[in-house]
């Protein structure tokens, strides 16, 4: 076993010192309870799925930690205005670095854990990690946070919510170009991190 799963939300844990450059790949599908304890720490109405799809690697020319892969699931918000509840599907794709405490990358952020800082999937440089382990569990959950809608709004039209009218939230890999026609890798994610900022932001308590 290259990994282990430890209490909490949905903590699972992988140790670094057993990966390599060949990927591992971790799959995520949550319990009733463990979809309940996310719902209640993002302030959702109710998660009717969770999937994530995650691989990990180690690179040969760095030594960081590379995360990779997507997240999907199926919940309900509650409407910013009516407090009505609004069912949607968030679907986001994560790439993540992160570099053991105490190696050249880490710096002087060489001391900080996963806990102390915050998931940001359009950084250049890693992320510090403390104590040997990665909590890919962890990962999932703030990636999903960052895809949900910080100000979700019912629809105006009357009745029944349509399967079809569903909103999807889909935040991921996604490339735009500028007017020089520069690419912009993570436009959107940079665009929800700034209204995530401007809104609530959720976090662990």
Not at 22 to 35: A, F, G, H
Not at 51 to 60: I, Q, T
């Amino acid at each position: 076993m290259t990994d282990k799963e430890t209490g909490g939300e949905l903590s699972h844990v992988v140790r670094l010192d057993r990966l390599g450059p060949r990927p591992q790949t971790i799959k995520l599908n949550p319990s009733e309870d463990v979809r309940a304890a996310l719902a209640s720490r993002f302030g959702l109405l109710g998660m009717s799925s969770f999937e994530a799809e995650l691989r990990v690697r180690r690179r040969a020319d760095t030594g960081w930690i590379e995360v990779a892969g997507t997240i999907r699931s199926d919940l309900i918000q509650e409407c910013v205005v009516t407090l009505e509840p609004i069912p949607a599907h968030v679907e986001t794709e994560i790439a993540e670095l992160f570099v053991e405490a105490g190696s050249d990358e880490g710096g002087e952020m060489g001391h900080r854990g996963l806990d102390a800082v915050d998931l940001d999937p359009i950084a250049d440089e890693p992320e510090p990690l403390v104590d040997g382990v990665l909590d890919i569990g962890e990962i999932a959950a703030q990636a999903l946070s960052l895809a949900l809608d910080p100000y979700p709004r019912a629809s105006d039209l009357p009745g029944e919510v349509d399967a079809d009218a569903v909103p999807v939230v889909s935040v991921g890999l996604e490339r735009e170009e500028d007017q020089d026609g520069k690419v912009l890798p993570f436009a959107s994610l940079a665009e929800l991190k700034q209204r995530m900022a401007q809104g609530r932001n959720v976090k662990k308590s």
